[in-house]
């Protein structure tokens, strides 16, 4: 019965995603969500209350950051070149968010009609991706392989701030003129990882 709930509740999350990501939070509707996990809306409602119950179970249970952060931990005993494993995590969270700019416009343009709770869930996402991404540069840092002129836990920060603020530039507005493409961004990020560390 247990691993009948989980398949449910997974197969309900699964579909919000993929609706999320087509059409954006606002425009998902519960019926819709159901629908496409082949159960009735009822089942929808009794395991995550509404949709921005389903919405937290979506930020908590498939957020890209905390499994991009899981793998640039283990990548820290692997790596030989600090420069070119942030470069590669970099495009890999990029890449990530590419796939679903309407889960990202509808973070950034809708996040102000989210319940308390849902605000709470993104930024212990954030965090969450922080810690990762700081215990990579601390790993890393005590290992001798990296000169750095920020502490991990800021050098994490900033590394974030600039692919969310990548993907909210990309995904919300036309015609700006910071960037050509990604790999244009990723070589300018490229640039600035030199400022803050001594490759």
């Not at 900033?158 to 603020?165: I, K, S």
């Amino acid at each position: 019965m247990s691993t009948q709930r989980n398949s449910t509740r997974q197969r309900l999350i699964s579909a919000a995603l993929d609706l999320f990501a087509c059409h954006g939070v606002t425009e998902t509707t519960t019926k819709q969500i159901a629908e496409l996990a082949e159960v009735n809306e009822v089942t929808l409602f009794r395991h995550f209350g509404n949709k921005h119950g389903l919405l937290l179970a979506v930020i908590e249970e498939a957020a890209v950051f905390i499994h991009l952060g899981q793998t640039l931990v283990q990548q820290a005993s692997q790596t030989s070149s600090i420069y070119q494993a942030l470069k590669d995590y970099a495009t890999a969270c990029l890449q990530a968010l590419e796939s679903v700019p309407e889960v990202v416009r509808s973070v950034v343009g809708e996040a102000g009609q989210y319940p308390a709770e849902n605000r709470a869930a993104l930024g212990q996402g954030f965090t969450q991706a922080n810690r990762y991404v700081a215990e990579y540069f601390a790993t890393v840092i005590n290992r001798g392989q990296l000169q750095t002129r920020l502490p991990a836990e800021k050098l994490a920060s900033l590394l974030n701030e600039m692919l969310l603020g990548y993907a909210v530039i990309e995904f919300t507005s036309e015609f700006h003129e910071l960037w050509r493409d990604r790999e244009d961004f990723v070589r300018k990020f490229g640039d600035a990882i030199s400022v803050w560390c001594d490759r």
